[in-house]
């Protein structure tokens, strides 16, 4: 099983501030990586598929980059309503793994 | 727009089974794969399975292999999910999502796009 470590677990932020958040898997997945927000009491939503490709709708100032091993989701300029938590997602073996969350808490 | 609709909030006791459902609209449903994801209060998302829709096959997380049986039932576009032999541990939120398998030359890519609202089933005696 391909293991999803996040960094940070927790990130407090001011908004308009740039956060970066990593996933590192255990072993190669290509650009099989995928990012989601997930507000309370809410359902995850995709951001970025495949890494680097914006999903539809999601504003542009939510990007993402890697491959293989080393993954980074990356908000420019953060709005109040980003403050929830954010998980990385792998698919491309089996089973499907999600690394452990980063929430955002917004000052 | 793609929309998954779950059933609502079940209360079972230990050893019990629960059956949740999820119905999907906007797309054509058998073109695209159910996953079921869940995830306990206040910690992060288990992946449980997949089925295709049109073929019925399924693939199950290890950890569940024997309590968990993905069917769906194409004339009304709905995809289930049985969890059986029920312990307080199955106490989560429980989500389903449309699978994308993208193949060419052999190769297969696979993304979860859109979720269900989610299904809180408390096990509890």
């Known amino acids: 099983e391909i293991v999803l470590t996040q960094s940070p677990d927790f990130q407090s932020v001011t908004p308009k501030e740039k956060v970066t958040i990593t996933c590192r898997a255990s072993?190669?997945?290509?650009?099989?990586l995928h990012w989601y927000q997930q507000k309370p009491d809410q359902s995850p939503k995709l951001l970025i598929k495949y890494a680097s490709q914006s999903f539809s709708g999601v504003p542009s100032r939510f990007s993402g980059s890697g491959s293989g091993t080393d993954f980074t989701l990356t908000i420019n300029s953060l709005e109040a309503e980003d403050a929830a938590t954010y998980y990385c997602?792998?698919?491309?073996?089996?089973?499907?793994?999600f690394g452990q969350g980063t929430k955002l808490e917004i000052k | 727009q793609v929309q998954l609709v779950q059933s609502g909030a079940e209360v079972k006791k230990p050893g019990a089974s629960v059956k949740v459902s999820c119905k999907a609209s906007?797309?054509?449903?058998?073109?695209?794969?159910i996953n079921w994801v869940r995830q306990a209060t206040g910690q992060g998302l288990e992946w449980m399975g997949w089925?295709?829709?049109?073929?019925?096959?399924?693939g199950y997380a290890q950890k569940f292999q024997g309590r968990v049986t993905m069917t769906r039932n194409t004339s009304i576009t709905t995809a289930y999910m049985e969890l059986s032999s029920l312990r307080s541990e199955d106490t989560a939120v429980y989500y389903c999502?449309?699978?994308?398998?993208?193949?060419?030359?052999?190769?297969?890519?696979?993304?979860?796009?859109?979720w269900g609202q989610g299904t809180l089933v408390t096990v509890s005696s």
């Open positions: 997602h792998q698919s491309s073996s089996l089973p499907h793994t």
């Open positions: 072993q190669s997945i290509g650009t099989s």
């Open positions: 906007g797309y054509t449903f058998t073109s695209y794969d």
């Open positions: 089925m295709n829709p049109n073929s019925g096959n399924t």
């Open positions: 999502a449309r699978g994308v398998r993208t193949c060419s030359g052999g190769n297969c890519l696979y993304l979860s796009d859109y």
